[in-house]
């Protein structure tokens, strides 16, 4: 009997003290802490970005002319450094500066020809952001053609012929682009893309190399820096 009315004592005083400290302090708080949404990795649209790239050239001609004539498609690459600059939503600006490899290859009655262009291709490109990861580009470029590297295969005997211009025709080009781009991550883009002359080259006046434009079907990886 002594032994449960002790224990019911120090339950009084036990409640007691609980009851003068709410009393005292008040109730105690329960802080809630909210979890910080994630960031969203293609969410960057307002940020200017400096970047690098590149990719693949799968390059041949059309004719000026005659769109009867097609020649054969020759693989080279494409690098440089881009900048992308954010107008008004969904709009940015994307200007680049691309060293380009470009040309064809041509069967001929004595041999197989291959004309190999190296050029520095200055985009302009307008980019849309049609939905979160993909973008849409369209725009001018500028072409400077810095070396043309003409080979003649016949048999056993090739003749290459080396030129630091287009003497007889054009070294200025103006293109048009227009591609697509899949944002990987927030850092790493997909590219794919088609270039065209809008101005003729002259070639260099004889049978192997009539009036062209160079057309050039691009793949590759864009990588952005903060």
């Known amino acids: 009997m002594k032994k449960i009315l002790l224990l019911l004592a120090l339950g009084v005083m036990f409640a007691g003290s609980v009851s003068a400290q709410e009393y005292y302090y008040g109730p105690r708080r329960v ?7 994630e960031r969203d990795n293609h969410d960057d649209f307002n940020r200017v970005r400096v970047g690098v790239t590149g990719g693949l050239n799968l390059a041949n001609t059309v004719s000026g002319y005659d ?12 690098a440089g450094l ?3 600059v ?18 064809y290859s041509a069967n001929t009655p004595d041999g197989h020809f291959t004309s190999r262009e190296d050029f520095i291709d200055v985009p302009l490109l307008a980019k849309f952001k049609l939905a979160p990861g993909f973008n849409f580009l369209i725009g001018p470029q500028l072409s400077f053609l810095t070396n043309t590297t003409n080979t003649y295969s016949s048999g056993f005997t090739v003749t290459e012929q080396d030129h630091q211009n287009n003497n007889n025709g054009n070294n200025t080009f103006l293109d048009g682009v227009i591609g697509v781009s899949f944002d990987l ?19 260099y006046g004889d049978s192997y190399v009539p009036d062209y434009r160079n057309q050039v ?3 590759g990886l864009g990588i952005k820096f903060d």
Do not use: C, M, W
């Open 31 to 37: 802080v809630v802490r909210h979890r910080r949404p």
């Open 67 to 78: 769109n009867n004539v097609s020649t054969g498609t020759i693989a080279g690459f494409n």
């Open 82 to 84: 881009f900048l992308d």
């Open 86 to 103: 954010p107008l008004i939503y969904p709009l940015s600006f994307e200007p680049e500066v691309l060293y380009s490899q470009k040309g």
């Open 185 to 203: 991550n927030q850092n790493v883009e997909l590219r794919a893309r088609y270039t065209i002359d809008f101005n003729q080259g002259d070639g």
């Open 217 to 219: 079907f691009q793949i």
